[in-house]
């Protein structure tokens, strides 16, 4: 049994999608190449990576929906771990770089946040 193909046009919205998520990949890893510190890298790629995965889930949806003759929407799971997942492995890739950074006495790195302290309570002496 072989699938009827496709409309043009569904797989012309995939393709674009695809496409689209490529150019993103592109701008990360120019932004990659370009900037010069780690924490400078560390933000263009986590971007657009959330960008670049929203455009082949919708290509997903789009492609297997259309496949399906029907709405497709367990790949919206994917998606939404993704965009959970990489802000929170960015911050801490970026605390943990900041605190290795200060332990080797990197300059220029912003000084660690000191908790106010309660002044010590006054002592009378009777």
Known sequence: MTP????LWIEAIVAALLL???VFVLAAAWGTVRLKTFFQRLHPPALVFVGASW????ASI???SALAKGPELHVWLIIILLSITVPITT???ARAALFR???AGEPGLPPAL????APPPATTQD
Do not use: D, I
């Not at 009827?4 to 409309?7: A, G, R, T, Y």
């Not at 000191?114 to 302290?117: A, D, T, Y």
């Open 4 to 7: 009827e193909p496709l409309p």
């Open 20 to 22: 689209g998520s490529a």
């Open 55 to 58: 455009c082949v889930t919708l």
């Open 62 to 64: 789009v492609y297997f």
């Open 91 to 93: 911050v801490l890739l």
């Open 101 to 103: 950074g200060r332990q």
């Open 114 to 117: 000191q908790p106010k302290l």
